[in-house]
């Protein structure tokens, strides 16, 4: 399995993007796929997921501002980002996970706001 995540880029505070995760390979059995993020000297957290059956949550500090959701065929993934602040500088990485417990990542897309 392969995921391949895009859209990242630099905007300023308030302004919107949107990241997508592609994922290609043996793809089967998905349980969840979901975003997180990591900030310059913190640990890596949980930004939003969506689960084989739709059902998505969100991190606090996102709820109302970010949103995703994923195509028809169940292999891409989006996090739309809306009224973006600057702590939400981030390297966003999306993840798979299987109905086995395999897990997967994609290489991290960066997301810089400006204030």
């Known amino acids: 399995v392969q995921l391949q995540a895009s859209g990242g880029g630099l905007v300023q505070a308030g302004g919107s993007l949107r990241l997508s995760c592609a994922a290609s390979?043996?793809?089967?059995?998905?349980?969840?796929m979901g975003w997180y993020r990591q900030a310059p000297g913190k640990r890596r957290e949980l930004v939003a997921s969506?689960?084989?059956?739709?059902?998505?949550s969100y991190a606090d500090s996102v709820k109302g501002r970010f949103t995703i959701s994923r195509d028809n065929a169940r292999t891409t993934v989006y996090l739309q980002l809306n009224r973006l602040k600057p702590e939400d500088t981030a390297v966003y990485y999306c993840?798979?996970?299987?109905?086995?417990?395999?897990?997967?990542w994609g290489q991290g897309t960066l997301v810089t706001v400006s204030s």
């Open positions: 993840r798979l996970a299987r109905y086995n417990g395999q897990i997967y």
């Open positions: 390979g043996s793809i089967s059995s998905i349980a969840v």
């Open positions: 969506i689960t084989d059956g739709g059902s998505t």
